[in-house]
């Protein structure tokens, strides 16, 4: 197999418009380097091929009849090695915030745009969210705890200081440079920072990273 072979994106297709799941076939079909691995329109279906298919990534509609897209996306990244992209609606936003908090690498608003597809289908092949930052901070402050009582569980624990401010930082949508610049650091010493939370709170990525500040009421700690 050549290197190009290997580096074909398989993805796989879970949404109950036939319509819809045509559009992005079609697009991922004629772009190389993708192939449509296989498709479904329910969550059980979904979650019956991933397992069997095992494609790098999978594309999942919220709301489907039967199985539900999260519960399907509970199962692929309980099961499998696929990581998952949610489609949704903005309406819809809850049931995203659960399915990341679940694992899944983020969610593609079902009117994106075909590069804006292909490129959110890289980044989390790559082991990347796909939320960009500023996506990342809207979506969660809406459903952040409203100052909560008590300080936030890993407070004076294993983070630091600085550790924490720029944990701060990234669940405001800020990218690293800015963080950089705010801090008066290295954009070398940001990514260190941001590795060494990423093991110490066992998170893979900047979105889960953003997820886990808010459910923790960080952003209402003073700065």
Do not use: C
Not at 97 to 108: C, K, P
Not at 144 to 160: I, W
Not at 171 to 191: H, K
């Amino acid at each position: 197999m050549s290197a190009a072979e290997r580096e074909v994106i398989g993805v796989l297709l879970a949404d109950d418009d036939e319509r819809f799941r045509g559009v992005y076939r079609k697009l991922f079909s004629r772009t190389e380097g993708f192939r449509v691995a296989g498709e479904a329109a329910d969550g059980a279906e979904a979650a019956r091929l991933a397992g069997a298919l095992r494609p790098a990534v999978a594309l999942l509609d919220v709301q489907m009849p039967g199985t539900s897209g999260l519960e399907a996306a509970r199962r692929i990244l309980r099961d499998t090695g696929t990581r998952v992209i949610m489609l949704t609606t903005f309406d819809l936003d809850e049931y995203v915030h659960e399915a990341l908090t679940l694992g899944a690498s983020g969610f593609l608003l079902k009117n994106a745009s075909p590069p804006e597809v292909l490129q959110a289908v890289r980044t989390v092949h790559a082991g990347n969210a796909m939320l960009a930052p500023e996506v990342t901070a809207r979506l969660m402050h809406r459903f952040a705890p409203r100052r909560p009582g008590h300080r936030h569980a890993f407070a004076g624990q294993v983070l630091s200081e600085r550790e924490i401010q720029v944990i701060r930082f990234v669940a405001r949508g800020y990218s690293n440079q800015r963080i950089a610049d705010e801090l008066f650091l290295s954009l070398e010493t940001v990514r260190t920072y941001l590795r060494r939370t990423f093991a110490k709170l066992g998170v893979n990525d900047r979105t889960h990273l953003a997820v886990l500040a808010y459910e923790a009421g960080l952003l209402h700690e003073p700065r």
